[in-house]
């Protein structure tokens, strides 16, 4: 199965993870035994050139506790990702300085094919372990 969230951390696959075409899809990572103060993020898109379902509306929100989320970075209609295996890295806009224990990309918008999928192949968050 190709799509898999565990892909997401081997940038040598070409595998990717899909969620539902569904508004507001996402998904959640853990710092099992961690926080982190998240400063930026990196984010390969899929095979299939421009208008290939690529990522173009999203927010990066930050958790304690995965019930109240605070958006830490937003991007709206942005074209950095519109391309086979575009990797871009994005910074964190937030200056709260908080600390978190769950991150979560969730699509906002429609994606480069008008739909709303989640589909990417490589997620990569960066900033101080704590």
Request: charged content about 20%; aromatic content about 14%.
């Amino acid at each position: 199965e190709k799509s898999n969230p565990f892909v997401l951390f081997d940038y040598e696959s070409e595998g990717y993870f899909c969620t539902k075409n569904e508004p507001n899809s996402w998904i959640c990572f853990e710092f099992k035994n961690h926080k982190i103060i998240p400063t930026n993020y990196t984010i390969r898109s899929t095979s299939g050139g421009k208008g290939s379902y690529h990522l173009m509306s999203w927010v990066i929100e930050g958790s304690l506790d995965k019930n109240n989320w605070e958006i830490l970075s937003e991007e709206r209609n942005n074209p950095a990702l519109d391309d086979s295996f575009a990797v871009y890295t994005f910074q964190i806009q937030s200056k709260s300085q908080h600390q978190i224990k769950f991150i979560r990309i969730r699509s906002t918008g429609l994606d480069s094919s008008s739909s709303n999928y989640l589909y990417i192949s490589a997620f990569e968050i960066n900033g101080k372990l704590i």
